[in-house]
Structure formats: structure tokens, C-alpha cells
């Protein structure tokens, strides 16, 4: 198993450009989620999803969206980036919340300027 | 909201001794579950260490212990015979039982560095 993947693993944007991060998993996990981490901080959770058609507001929302579209893939959309946005995006799933052991992708640093 | 706070923001030791990594926690549930998460330069986050709640019993992984204190709303992290590889940021997170999201809260971090 791959486990979480994520791309791109870098990558830098102009303000008010958009682009998805991508994110897949081959563990068959129900849950996924998306996180920034902000330098010097820990993750704060932007985007959940508790099964495919199924996606719901974490801590940080403002300025993404998510799909879910199936139960491998959850991509992260940023619509018109700005500099606040500047960060290192992780992805992560899980299979239940009872055994709710977090499994994380690479994660993919984003720089807005 | 839960909040969870590492209020070392870094520590070292040296190889072969023992570290103890602190963190606090905030809130009024009962039933909940903690964790440490290392994250190594490859910025991998691995988890290190899972303590359920409603466990009175410390959970201990190898070289990787915790003082699980409920009272105290207190979570530490104790590394024995600390190696080179154990080098990393360290990351304590809280997880509500309740709710179906398995949102986590994490803490800030804590740096460590392994002196050979």
C-alpha cells in the first residue's frame, strides 16, 4: 500500500491564482481530512470527510473548498490564493472513529506571493 | 474548544538519556484520546503514542512512554535511551470521543535535538 499521497509537493502561486491539491489514499479509510500547518504552529483542520458525498467545515475553512467525490480522493481547491495561505498542507485519513488512528500524506508546501 | 499546549518549545538531550516532553490540555469532556506525533525533517507526521481516556494505565510503546495525568489534564511523553533518530518535532494532539469528525486538536510542537 502507498498509504496517503499528495501532490504537488511544492509549489508557488501568485495572489488571486487557484489550484487543487490533490490527495489520494489506497487504504479503503472512510474518513479523510485536510490540515495547514503554519510555521512554528501545529495542524489545524481545514476540511473533513466521513465518506464519499460527505464533506463538512474544520477549524480553518476560509478560502478553500473540498470534494469528495469517491473514497479514495478528497482534492482541496484554493480560489483566488493570497499570502495567508502560505503554508504546508497535509492530507490524512482514517478508517473509523473508533480505531481513529490518523494516517498523514507528505504534505505538499504552498507559498503565495 | 479544546485546546492543547507544549509549553517547551524545544529540548534536548543526549544520546543513551532520558527526555520527558510536556503537554496540557483544555476541556470539560470526559471521554477522549491524546496522542504524540513525531515529524522528522521529511515533515512525515508518525504516530507515536495513543492513550485512551478512559484508561487508567499508562500506554507505553517500546523506548516510548507516557504519565497520563486526568486530573490534571496533563499528557507527557517520556523518551528512554534516546537515539539519533529520535531527533524531530513533536506534536501532542487531543481527539474528542464524541462526534463523528475524529477531529484533532494538536499543540504547537516541541523541537527536539538528539546530542550525540
Known amino acids: 500500500n502507498a498509504g496517503v499521497t499528495q501532490t504537488p509537493k511544492f509549489r508557488i502561486l501568485k495572489i488571486g491564482q487557484s489550484m487543487t491539491l490533490q490527495c489520494t489514499q489506497d487504504m479503503n479509510h472512510n474518513y479523510m481530512y485536510w490540515y495547514r500547518q503554519d510555521p512554528g504552529m501545529g495542524l489545524k483542520l481545514i476540511y473533513y470527510s466521513v465518506g464519499a458525498g460527505i464533506t463538512d467545515k474544520g477549524e480553518v475553512p476560509n478560502g478553500y473548498n473540498v470534494s469528495r467525490s469517491t473514497t479514495e480522493d478528497f482534492p482541496l481547491r484554493l480560489e483566488l490564493a493570497a499570502p495567508s495561505q502560505t503554508s504546508v498542507y497535509f492530507c490524512?485519513?482514517?478508517?473509523?472513529?473508533?480505531?481513529?488512528?490518523?494516517?498523514f500524506g507528505p504534505g505538499t508546501r504552498l507559498t503565495v506571493l | 474548544a479544546q485546546t492543547v499546549t507544549q509549553s517547551q518549545p524545544e529540548m534536548s538531550v543526549q544520546e543513551a538519556e532520558t527526555v520527558t516532553l510536556s503537554c496540557t490540555y483544555d476541556t470539560s469532556e470526559s471521554d477522549y484520546y491524546l496522542f504524540w506525533y513525531k515529524q522528522p525533517p521529511s515533515r512525515q507526521m508518525i504516530l507515536v503514542i495513543r492513550?485512551?481516556?478512559?484508561?487508567?494505565q499508562n500506554a507505553t510503546e517500546n523506548r516510548f512512554s507516557v504519565n497520563f495525568q486526568k486530573a490534571a489534564k496533563s499528557f507527557s511523553l517520556k523518551i528512554s535511551d534516546s537515539q539519533l533518530g529520535d531527533a524531530a518535532m513533536y506534536f501532542c494532539?487531543?481527539?474528542?470521543?464524541?462526534?463523528?469528525?475524529?477531529?484533532?486538536?494538536f499543540g504547537a510542537g516541541t523541537r527536539l535535538t538528539v546530542k550525540p
Open positions: 494532539a487531543y481527539r474528542s470521543a464524541r462526534g463523528l469528525n475524529n477531529d484533532m486538536r
Open positions: 492513550q485512551e481516556a478512559y484508561k487508567q
Open positions: 490524512a485519513s482514517s478508517y473509523s472513529t473508533i480505531y481513529n488512528e490518523q494516517f
